[in-house]
């Protein structure tokens, strides 16, 4: 992690239950990062449970509830931040994005949280995940390129050379991450640091292997990228069935918020 940099951590927290959401915030609570990005939410009691723990402890938290039966995304910063827009510029299922916007000393650093619909071999569910990466490109071409930007979370999708290769993916779930870099000016941090190295953040139930959660940034923030790497220990304790992502970037954070420990501010009051 970059000393005095900005860190940040994304988490797929798979619409927990309450007792382990709980689990979940001893976890988030004792780590490092300034940035949380949470994905896989819902309007349900756990995820309530951790957004109040989180702004009762002094975090600025981002948290665009989902229709129901609809998933989203949760950013919980440490560090100033201010409300930034940008699922509703996508128009379509907005809830999947969640964005903030960090006033450094360097300028504004916009980060951008997303959890990309899963599909299926059936249309239907293969139609609502082509239409929501369509609208969310549409959106990133529409974002103001002089403000850099931090775009992660489970995105579910592949790099084209993901080892191993799956021929199920179509390829316009290909095409998405390669515009990320082509048309959005982005960089895969993580391949940014590894070219060559053969990760996972995800493990099915006959262990196949998948790659589904990135950070991407902006190419100005490229030469910034000090560190990028999956933490596996709460996907092996069962937190969730995904690893973790966590980047740092030598760049001076927004000033600290005075925060204090979530899991010590937790009281049934605090719920959303």
Known sequence: MAANGLSLLTFNIGNPSEE???RQLGW????DEQVLVLTETKASSGCQFLAGA?????????FPVPEPGEYGVMIASRVRAEPDAFGDSIGYLPARAAASTLPTTGGPVQVIGAYVPFRD????????????LAACSAALATRDRAVPTVFLGDLNILEPGHRPHYSCFAPFEYDFYRA??????????????HPDAVEHSWVGRTSDRYRYDHAFCSAALAPSIVSCGYVHQPRK?????????????????????????PVAAVTPATWF
């Open 20 to 22: 382990r959401a709980r």
């Open 28 to 31: 988030l609570a004792g780590r």
């Open 54 to 62: 989180f702004a009762v402890a002094g975090y600025h938290v981002t």
């Open 121 to 132: 071999a059936g249309f239907e569910k293969t139609e609502r995940k082509q239409k929501w």
């Open 180 to 193: 990320l870099s082509a048309d959005h000016g982005c960089v895969d941090a993580f391949r940014q640091l």
């Open 237 to 261: 304790d069962r937190l969730s069935d995904h690893s973790a992502l966590t980047v740092s970037l030598a760049l001076r954070p927004s000033p600290a918020l005075l925060v204090s420990d």
